[in-house]
Every structure is written in C-alpha cells, then in structure tokens.
Nanobody
Framework: QVKLVESGGGSVQSGGSLRLSCAAS?????MAWFRQAPGKEREGVAT???????TFAHSVKGRFSVSRDNAQETLYLQMDDLQPEDTAIYYC?????????????????????WGQGTQVTVSS
C-alpha cells in the first residue's frame, strides 16, 4: 500500500502561481498529477517516471513543471501563469509497477493509488 498526501492548493488570480506537493509513504517508480474540474472527467496533467523526462498534458505544457525530491518520495507540481480553466481539484496518483508506457499515458484506470485531492481555484 502507498499513502499519498497532497498539499499546497489555494486560490490565486489569473497569471499567478502555486506549488503543489505530494508526499508518498514509500518509493514508487511512477507518480503523477491529475485534476478534475466540476462536471468534467478526471484528466492527467503531468507524470514523472523514475529516470525519465516528465510528460505534460497539452493544456499545461510550458506553464507547469514537475519534479521529485532526491529520495523520490515527494512529487511537486509548479504551476505558473494559472488561468481560470485550471480551476479543479488536483489529485496525486502513483503506480507501483515499472512501466513507463503506462505511467506516461496518463490514464486514470492505470493508477493504483490516489491522494485525497487539493482544491485549486483561479479567478479572472
């Protein structure tokens, strides 16, 4: 079992920045961020598979960055130039198996472990 705990959500104005953190209870090779806006399906935002470059959804590319700490147990999501359409609950997710393909395709059903979510609200 892996427990994931997110922090760092909040409210900002358009163009602002936030940094989310996700602490895992143990090492996992694949960690990712998803988000779910009201009335919409959960979508993958960014992934970080161990030893590989991160991947991003097209909608956030160039504005968001993702990193892991040295122990590879904390995942960060730096969100810059936030827009109202980024408003959502952001979820950390993880996979315990070694598959970069399944990690990076950002499909909800591929992920075993989920955090409780943190709200991000961007006002115009």
């Amino acid at each position: 079992q892996v427990k994931l705990v997110e922090s760092g959500g909040g409210s900002v104005q358009s163009g602002g920045s936030l940094r989310l953190s996700c602490a895992a209870s143990r090492y996992v090779p694949c960690m990712a961020w998803f988000r779910q806006a009201p009335g919409k399906e959960r979508e993958g935002v960014a992934t970080r598979y161990i030893g590989s470059n991160p991947t991003f959804a097209h909608s956030v590319k160039g504005r968001f960055s993702v990193s892991r700490d040295n122990a590879q147990e904390t995942l960060y999501l730096q969100m810059d130039d936030l827009q109202p359409e980024d408003t959502a609950i952001y979820y950390c997710a993880a996979r315990s198996t070694y598959s970069q393909f399944l990690c990076d395709r950002r499909q909800v059903d591929d992920y075993e472990y989920w955090g409780q979510g943190t709200q991000v609200t961007v006002s115009s």
